[in-house]
């Protein structure tokens, strides 16, 4: 929910300068409660094992298009498995909703990022993802209409 909530946020930002971004309604999405994972900060909060039992799962309506994930090494999966594809350091996973839209979005990130991309993906012809640090040739050969650096809060010091 909450990457739902940042990714329309910054939809909502970026429309002011790229024309035609217009943020989605969680009325776009079937709201399913569904088990959750334990997460990092559990673990850093001393409290390994926490898990939330009624983790909200966003999936999308019939009214959205379809994306399609990749990743080196793996098959393109549908949504949202993205979220358990491993993900390790420089590796890139690309969103696809229509090849042909040359709109697209080159995000270097973290595990944070993951949970992003895919709420982000409505609103490009493609998103990839890299958790490498900056790159000016993935941005060179991606040609893209944005670009990101997300980092999570604590690595900022």
């Keep these: 929910m909450g990457a739902f ?12 300068q790229i024309p035609g971004l217009v943020p989605l309604s969680l009325d776009a999405f079937h709201v399913q409660p569904a088990p959750g994972t334990e997460g990092d900060l559990v673990r850093m909060a001393g409290e390994p094992g926490v898990v939330e039992d009624n983790d909200p799962v966003l999936l999308p309506g019939t009214n ?4 399609q994930f990749s990743s080196s090494g793996t098959n393109a999966v549908g949504w949202p ?5 491993p993900v390790p350091e420089n590796l890139n996973v690309t ?14 990130g973290d595990s944070f990022a993951v949970k ?3 709420f982000l993906g409505y609103h490009f012809g493609q ?3 890299s958790r490498e640090p900056y ?5 060179l ?6 670009v990101m650096d997300e980092v999570v809060e604590r690595l900022l010091f």
């Design 5 to 16: 909530i940042a990714g329309e946020e910054i939809i909502s930002q970026q429309s002011r």
């Design 64 to 67: 959205l298009p379809s994306l």
């Design 81 to 85: 498995p993205i979220w358990n594809i």
């Design 95 to 108: 969103t696809i909703k229509n090849p042909r839209l040359r709109q697209g979005l080159v995000i270097f």
């Design 116 to 118: 992003l991309q895919p």
């Design 127 to 129: 998103v990839i993802l």
């Design 135 to 139: 790159s000016p040739d993935l941005v």
């Design 141 to 146: 050969r991606s040609q893209p209409v944005l």
